[in-house]
């Protein structure tokens, strides 16, 4: 099948028009592999049954590719697609639109900075699960990744060293004041790109900082031997904690960064978190840090 392209702006319209002939011509080889025309026009027909119109909600850039959310009139259904700089589709989700409201409208009672010192970039982040992978799981609902970028890119020349990416061995520091509660160290960098993971520890080196309020915040996947923290220590704000690694369940450099109600990692509920300056980051915002 001789491979199109299509304008990320007008794909609701198309989808909702049924054209899913033209859409099909537009994804990659890889996508083609995956699902047939006939399958895909089957799937995409019961999924648009009831439809009036799609709406276009987010759209992000992230490491070249061009990402885009549609939801339906009724905020039931969503369609998740990501685009090469051709216009050609790369990846096309099409699933329910699950939200929850009362936790989304539980704020921390703290304010709190980004622990990156200086400018980063949201990977992942936001409300829903398209824009925040981690948004499913009570226990890291509201997290963020994070990364940064230079030139729309979080890496130069190739993703194979850890050195390569710009967040890597960049000062990571605490994002409001509180007492270490918890330290873990030692655990190695992954190699980019590698499926050799920690997946038993998932968090790899990480610090855990109880702040008022009875919130904890987590700084996970820091590179190995660079915390400078113990446990028991009192910080301040914007104090150094640590370097940005790849340590853990991590596949590339990023800090992950969240604040829940205990300081367990599997029974905590995560919090979504104020900002200073009433910010409400989501992925592909790019925001400084505050102090």
């Known amino acids: 099948m001789i491979a199109g392209s299509i304008n990320p702006e007008e794909f609701g319209r198309i989808f909702q028009c049924e054209d899913f002939e033209k859409i099909y011509r537009c994804t990659s080889e890889d996508f083609q592999q995956?699902?047939?025309l006939k399958q895909f026009v089957e799937l995409a027909k019961t999924f648009n049954a009831g439809v009036t119109h799609y709406q276009?909600?987010?759209?992000?850039?992230?490491?070249?590719?061009?990402?885009?959310?549609?939801?339906?009139?009724r905020n039931e259904k969503a369609i998740h697609v990501s685009f090469d700089r051709h216009h050609q589709i790369q990846s096309l989700y099409i699933k329910p639109f699950r939200i929850f409201p009362e936790s989304d409208n539980r704020f921390t009672q703290m304010t709190?900075?980004?622990?990156?010192?200086?400018?980063?970039f949201v990977f992942w982040g936001g409300t829903n699960e398209f824009i925040?992978?981690?948004?499913?799981?009570?226990?890291?609902r509201y997290a963020y990744d994070l990364v940064k970028v230079q030139n729309g890119s979080s890496y130069k020349d190739t993703r194979t060293r850890n050195e390569n990416f710009y967040v890597y061995d960049k000062e990571i520091i605490a994002p409001a004041d509180g007492k270490v509660t918890k330290v873990v160290d030692g655990m190695k960098d992954n190699i980019p790109g590698e499926v050799d993971m920690d997946a038993e520890k998932p968090a790899g080196n990480y610090v855990i900082i109880k702040h008022a309020e009875k919130e904890y915040s987590l700084l996970a996947?820091?590179?190995?031997?660079s915390i400078r923290v113990k446990v028991g220590d009192f910080v301040k704000e914007g104090q150094y904690?640590?370097?940005?690694?790849n340590s853990g369940n991590s596949s590339e450099p990023h800090l992950h960064f969240q604040v829940m109600d205990t300081s367990d990692l599997e029974s905590g509920i995560s919090i979504r978190i104020k900002f200073?300056?009433?910010?409400e980051p989501i992925q592909g915002?790019?925001?400084?840090?505050v102090q």
């Open 34 to 36: 995956l699902i047939s």
């Open 56 to 73: 276009l909600k987010w759209k992000a850039t992230l490491q070249g590719l061009y990402y885009y959310t549609w939801l339906d009139d």
């Open 112 to 120: 709190y900075s980004m622990p990156i010192k200086g400018e980063s």
């Open 132 to 140: 925040n992978y981690h948004y499913p799981y009570e226990n890291q």
């Open 221 to 225: 996947h820091l590179k190995k031997n």
């Open 241 to 245: 904690i640590g370097k940005c690694g």
């Open 276 to 279: 200073k300056n009433g910010i």
């Open 285 to 289: 915002d790019t925001i400084s840090n």
